[in-house]
């Protein structure tokens, strides 16, 4: 195990790097936005990182921000909410769609790699959450759904008012100031959300609260699902980012034998897995089954 977490973290510079690479040669705008994407995944991990107590801290890292926020972690941000737009636009679905289309891309990529990555303490719930998604509190998923919609919401408004790839400042700009007001956008959604449960009503917890957005939020994703483009060749760059994380995850699922520990897992880390690369090969699904 001492081994796999500085693998871990190591990959992920050089899986980030490539990502970089091809968002680049796509289109610049695409690149900034990884790179403005980590830079609110920081802010969002530091904002929590940062309390005290805080809900969850990082034990260990190679190279750390300020918090400590592992870079890697950051990365993982960047990489994730690119992949999932990325694969949102090859849906070809309405533009106000996409955010939610992207925000169920990368929650299941976390509701996959959490269990396995917190046995292998690449960080820590304090304290842990039982009741809850195998230890980790439900308010982490909803966290994930609202930074990745938020963020991308008001990306794409601005692109529809500024379009993208006349000019590189201007890109560079769009994307890096998205931040500012996603982030507050967020921190307003998720105080909301804690806001609710502080009421305490007898009928209503967090898991049940968390089940009703995902609920609402799915409503027009799965209304759009007969007309989203599945004749998209398979770009495996982008598929690369959740082969990889569910790659470390079930490395971590059998090595730190939590298979053992928490059963049902050995059922639902599957299920979630085959969801999510269904969900990222749904663009090349037609050109798969006339193979």
């Given at each position: 195990m001492d081994i796999i977490i500085p693998l871990i973290e190591l990959s992920t510079y050089v899986l980030t790097a490539i990502i970089f690479i091809h968002a680049w040669k796509k289109k610049p705008y695409f690149a900034f936005v990884i790179l403005a994407a980590t830079i609110f995944g920081f802010l969002a991990e530091y904002s929590a990182v940062s309390k005290i107590p805080p809900p969850y801290n990082y034990p260990q890292a190679l190279l750390a921000l300020p918090g400590p926020v592992p870079l890697n972690i950051c990365l993982g941000w960047g990489i994730i909410i690119y992949a999932a737009l990325q694969t949102a636009i090859l849906l070809k679905v309405k533009w106000w769609l996409k955010p939610l289309v992207a925000g169920f891309l990368a929650v299941i990529i976390d509701f996959a790699e959490d269990p396995p990555y917190v046995k292998?303490?690449?960080?820590?719930?304090?304290?842990s959450h039982p009741e809850a998604w195998f230890g980790i509190p439900w308010s982490n998923y909803v966290g994930w759904f609202l930074i990745v919609v938020i963020f991308?919401?008001?990306?794409?408004?601005?692109?529809?008012?500024?379009?993208?790839?006349?000019?590189?400042?201007?890109?560079?700009?769009?994307?890096?100031?998205?931040?500012?007001?996603?982030?507050?956008l967020f921190m307003a959604a998720i105080l909301g959300y804690f806001w609710i449960i502080g009421f305490k009503i007898s009928w209503l917890n967090e898991a049940l609260l968390t089940m009703m957005i995902f609920i609402i939020?799915?409503?027009?994703?799965?209304?759009?699902?007969?007309?989203?483009?599945?004749?998209?060749?398979?770009?495996?760059?982008?598929?690369a980012v959740p082969l990889y994380?569910?790659?470390?995850?079930?490395?971590?699922?059998?090595?730190t034998r939590l298979y053992l520990q928490s059963q049902a897992l050995v059922m639902v880390i599957p299920f979630v897995v085959?969801?999510?690369?269904?969900?990222?090969l749904w663009p090349s699904l037609d050109r798969l089954l006339k193979k």
């Open positions: 292998m303490d690449l960080w820590q719930w304090t304290p991308l919401f008001i990306l794409e408004l601005l692109t529809r008012y500024f379009p993208t790839g006349r000019y590189l400042w201007r890109d560079g700009l769009i994307a890096f100031f998205a931040v500012i007001p996603s982030f507050a939020c799915s409503v027009p994703v799965i209304r759009a699902i007969p007309k989203m483009d599945r004749a998209s060749k398979i770009d495996w760059v982008i598929l994380i569910f790659f470390w995850a079930l490395v971590g699922f059998f090595t085959i969801i999510g690369l269904l969900g990222y």
